[in-house]
């Protein structure tokens, strides 16, 4: 049974950083493109940045510059660090991995605030 487990949300102020993990389990990491999204309250879930299996990463405009996805295939974890967060910023944060279907996490919440 595949699972994907995000971690690493929480409440931040404006300017501030956090880390986000996803763990994989019952699938090997190193031989997909790993995604994560986010879901802000009342948008649509948009793409966020992609690393490849080979490790070439790709982000959105909108977090390009801030945001760097990298991964660790010994730990079958991929990370996503966020600095120089925004209010905007402000969504639940979901990793993706697209096999033979697609699989999901349940997401973590980042909350930018002062």
């Known amino acids: 049974q595949v699972q994907l487990v995000e971690s690493g949300g929480g409440l931040v102020q404006p300017g501030g950083s956090l880390r986000l993990s996803c763990v994989g389990s019952g699938i090997t990491f190193s031989i997909y493109n790993v995604r994560w999204y986010r879901q802000a309250p009342g948008k649509q879930r948009e793409f966020v940045a992609v690393?490849?299996?080979?490790?070439?990463?790709t982000y959105a405009e909108t977090i390009k510059g801030r945001f760097t996805v990298s991964r660790d295939n010994a730990k079958n974890t991929v990370y996503l660090r966020m600095n120089n967060l925004k209010p905007d910023d402000t969504a639940v944060y979901y990793c993706?991995?697209?096999?033979?279907?697609?699989?999901w996490g349940r997401g973590t919440q980042v909350t930018v605030s002062s």
């Open positions: 690393i490849a299996r080979g490790g070439a990463t």
């Open positions: 993706n991995v697209q096999s033979t279907q697609g699989y």
